[in-house]
């Protein structure tokens, strides 16, 4: 299965992704993690793409297609895999459908997750991740278990100011890829504004 997990920051992407993963056993893709761990590694990719990040900007097209169209040609996305936060903007998109039909691949959804602007804020500034096992936490919602919280971590993107610049370039460069899907009868919308597991099951039965 070939799938890409679209919305607004904070829409649970990343907490989906998990669970998609776990039950179809596809290669999970996240640019915004492949980018993180570029700036950890202190590539020359990772050095260009912190200067936008850590202001909620879009990191530029051609860095991040080149990163993601060579990713979806390695073996592990054989058997499938699910985009997380690409593509993010037209030419992103464009540039995935001409990677994949010289592929000979498609893909098979594109699920929009949907959460009202208002909800983002609060999702964000109370995100904490385990930098041991990657898991996603909420402060308020999903507290992390006691032997696991002196050491949940937060994203340096997870201010307010990052965080309404993220949603503006959100409005503004990837919202347009939403009527460029409905148009290929792939574009599936689920309500995110609901718990993870009701979400969850939403996306479930839209693939089933
Ligand atoms: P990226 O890492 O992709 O961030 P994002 O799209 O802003 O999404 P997030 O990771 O913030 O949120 P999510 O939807 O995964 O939500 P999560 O499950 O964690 O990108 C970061 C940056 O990298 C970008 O700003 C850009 O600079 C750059 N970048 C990445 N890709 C790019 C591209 N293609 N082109 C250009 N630049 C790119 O959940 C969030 C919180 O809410 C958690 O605490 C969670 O516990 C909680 N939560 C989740 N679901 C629910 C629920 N249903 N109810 C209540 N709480 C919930």
Redesign the pocket.
Known sequence: MRLI?I???????????AKLVEKYGITHL????M??AAIKAGTDLGVQ?AA??DK??????DL?VDM?VERVKESDCDDGFLL??????LP?AEALDSALSEAGVSLDAIVA?K?PDD?IVG??T???MDPETGD???MD??PPPAEVASRVVQ?Q??TEE?CRV?LE??HAETAPVLPYYESTGLLKEVD?????N??TEQIFDILS
């Open positions: 997990l919305g607004p920051p904070a829409a649970g992407k990343g907490t989906q992704a996240s640019s915004g993690d980018l993180r793409a936008y990040m909620g900007n879009l990191v530029p097209d991040v993601m997380d936060g690409f593509p993010r903007s992103q997750i959460v909800m999702r964000i109370g995100r904490r996603i936490y909420h919602f999903s994203r993107d997870d990052a993220r370039k959100y995110g504004n609901a718990a993870p009701v979400v």
